[in-house]
T-cell receptor
């Protein structure tokens, strides 16, 4: 069974600081996705990482994938309040080809 | 690009009542479709997915069922709701050859 673990699950950080969210998964997979969810809203796709060493950046967020370590990171640079949300990573289940296994999410709060 | 519609947006139902949630997709053909449930403050649980009309795969045993009567229509049903069925129900679809999933706006269900 493919397990996906995110840490931390809760993160409070000050504006202007940097931090990294980690996503570990238990079995081989070459595809990983990051999503953002605002309170009471649906999920919005942030990044698609399709191969080992993939790195994607959008604004103050940068995501990377190390398939050998079964690890993805979401790095936040100089956080601003607008980044407050819950961030999910999801790993493609290579056995089924159709399913994504989601982590429990990291709730991020950026404070002044 | 595709658009996902879900209705109703919110629903309050008594225990033991039936349920029907609808998801329709525009702008794509023969999509993979998914139903997820998100309990309050929790991660996403995959309930059903479908790769074509009449083809439904269930991920967890429960009192819910799903149907796909048309290519771009996916319905989630129950004959008798339980308190534990409360949650945020999300429909998702994939657009490309890889499995990046796009989510609809969701239906918030409260069972009293």
């Amino acid at each position: 069974e493919l397990k996906v673990e995110q840490n931390p699950l809760f993160l409070s950080m000050q504006e202007g600081k940097n931090y990294t969210i980690y996503c570990n998964y238990s079995t081989t997979s070459d595809r990983l996705y990051w999503y953002r969810q605002d309170p009471g809203k649906s999920l919005e796709s942030l990044f698609v990482l399709l191969s080992n060493g993939a790195v994607k950046q959008e604004g103050r967020l940068m995501a990377s994938l190390d398939t050998k370590a079964r690890l993805s990171t979401l790095h936040i640079t100089a956080a601003v309040h607008d980044l407050s949300a819950t961030y999910f990573c999801a790993v493609e289940n290579s056995n089924s080809g159709y399913e994504l296994n989601f982590g429990k999410g990291t709730s991020l709060l950026v404070t002044p | 690009s595709q658009t996902i519609h879900q209705w109703p947006a919110t629903l309050v139902q008594p225990v033991g009542s039936p349920l029907s949630l609808e998801c329709t997709v525009e702008g794509t053909s023969n999509p993979n479709l998914y139903w997820y449930r998100q309990a309050a403050g929790r991660g996403l649980q995959l309930l059903f997915y479908s790769v074509g009309i009449g083809q439904i795969s269930s991920e967890v045993p429960q009192n819910l069922s799903a149907s796909r009567p048309q290519d771009r229509q996916f319905i989630l049903s129950s004959k008798k709701l339980l308190l534990s069925d409360s949650g945020f129900y999300l429909c998702a679809t994939t657009e490309d050859s890889y499995n990046e999933q796009f989510f609809g706006p969701g239906t918030r269900l409260t069972v009293l």
